[in-house]
């Protein structure tokens, strides 16, 4: 697809990217001159935009969508330059000041969509993205081509489900901040609250036994931090903060 050119517009120059739906290319937009990214759907679908999208400092700026008559529905947002938290901490966690930060904007990235009445369900160490000193979310869940009806393990990200979505229940906020934690535990320690060899022993792992205390996978990180990220990551969904702000505010970041 390397120098197709989408709807007339977008040149796609490199391929960069890719997942369960869609393979993301770095583009030039013919009509500015301005290098951007194009999301391309791997398969036909019947897509529309919503009328308005919110945007967010913490969210990927989406700014263009439209159907190609051979390439099909396709995205255009602003092109990051950096890393995912995935390949942040292949080089080592993150120190505390530096995990501070992912927490606070991550947290003020999921609050925004819960505050527009969006839950995400896959939150993981692919789709945050820091750029110079921002980090930004980079699938946002009303722009995605063909959201599955039913969350269940087969669609999410094993290492970041939350235990009620492997047992089939579909994603809440209270997943989304179990996700959440897993991640922050994973950027203090460089591993998650239940590794595993395969997805079975993820999952059987999430279900059945409580994460290690992270006090003692990451002493560098203050204990109080350590305990709220465990407070994240209870068994029972109700037994975690009921929203992002109260998580915020046992945090003392309110």
Not at 141 to 155: K, S
Request: glycine share 8%; charged share 15%; aromatic share 10%.
């Amino acid at each position: 697809m390397i120098e197709t050119l989408l709807d007339g517009r977008y040149l796609l120059l490199e391929a960069i990217g890719s997942g369960g739906e869609a393979q993301v290319f770095r583009a030039r937009d013919t009509t500015t001159g301005n290098n951007v990214a194009a999301r391309v759907a791997l398969k036909p679908v019947t897509y529309t935009a919503p009328d308005a999208v919110p945007a967010h400092p913490n969210w990927v700026q989406f700014f263009h969508w439209g159907v190609d008559p051979q390439q099909g529905a396709y995205q255009i947002f602003e092109l990051l330059e950096g890393a995912t938290l995935d390949a942040v901490i292949k080089s080592g966690p993150l120190d505390p000041e530096r995990w501070r930060v992912f927490v606070e904007q991550s947290l003020d990235a999921v609050a925004a969509l819960h505050d527009a009445g969006w839950v995400h369900g896959d939150l993981n160490a692919g789709n945050f993205f820091l750029m110079n000193s921002t980090w930004k979310l980079l699938e946002l869940p009303f722009l995605r081509f063909d959201p599955p009806p039913n969350r269940t393990a087969l669609f999410g990200s094993i290492h970041t489900l939350a235990p009620e979505q492997i047992e089939g229940q579909a994603a809440s906020v209270h997943s989304d901040l179990y996700s959440l934690g897993c991640l922050y535990y994973y950027a203090a320690s460089g591993t998650y609250p239940h590794p595993g060899r395969n997805a079975q022993e993820v999952a059987i792992s999430c279900l059945r036994f409580p994460p290690p205390s992270l006090r003692q996978t990451a002493p560098g990180v203050p204990a109080t931090h350590s305990d709220w990220v465990i407070s994240l990551l209870a068994r029972n969904s109700h037994d975690r903060p009921p929203t992002v702000a109260a998580a915020r505010q046992l945090l003392g970041l309110a």
